[in-house]
């Protein structure tokens, strides 16, 4: 029995430094409670830090039994960031293609 006491200390000794190091890095741990309509309120300070106001549209993204909400606005823009390269490339092959001399036969069946 006095080898599951110890594991027990020093999984709440692992668990403590672990929860002081995360909210020492900025993580905040909030406790909410989901409605009988599957709904819940996000508390106003983390609201007011994150910026979130009525009417903003979040994305609840879910990993396994994991969830994230996120602003859609912010995906948004990373998603914008991560296809910049992709629009580039895209034009610079097409622009292969429309400017094709060998195509300009076609223009005539267009009038």
């Known amino acids: 029995m006095g080898g599951v006491k110890i594991i027990f200390f020093y999984l ?3 668990s403590k430094k672990l929860l ?3 909210m020492k890095n900025g993580l905040q741990f ?3 409670t989901v409605s009988q309509k599957g709904q819940i309120a996000i508390p106003a300070d983390i609201q007011r830090i994150t910026g979130i106001k009525k009417g903003d549209k979040l994305l609840l993204i879910r990993k396994g ?3 994230m909400l996120e602003k859609s606005e912010v995906i ?3 998603l914008d ?3 910049k390269d992709i629009e580039a490339i895209s034009e610079l092959s097409l622009k292969k293609l429309w400017l094709n001399k060998v195509d300009d036969v076609w223009d005539q069946y267009l009038k």
Request: net charge positive; glycine share 0%.
């Open 65 to 67: 039994k994991k969830i």
């Open 12 to 14: 709440i000794l692992i």
């Open 20 to 22: 002081t190091f995360l």
């Open 81 to 83: 960031k991560e296809f």
């Open 30 to 32: 909030k406790t909410i």
């Open 76 to 78: 948004s823009k990373q």
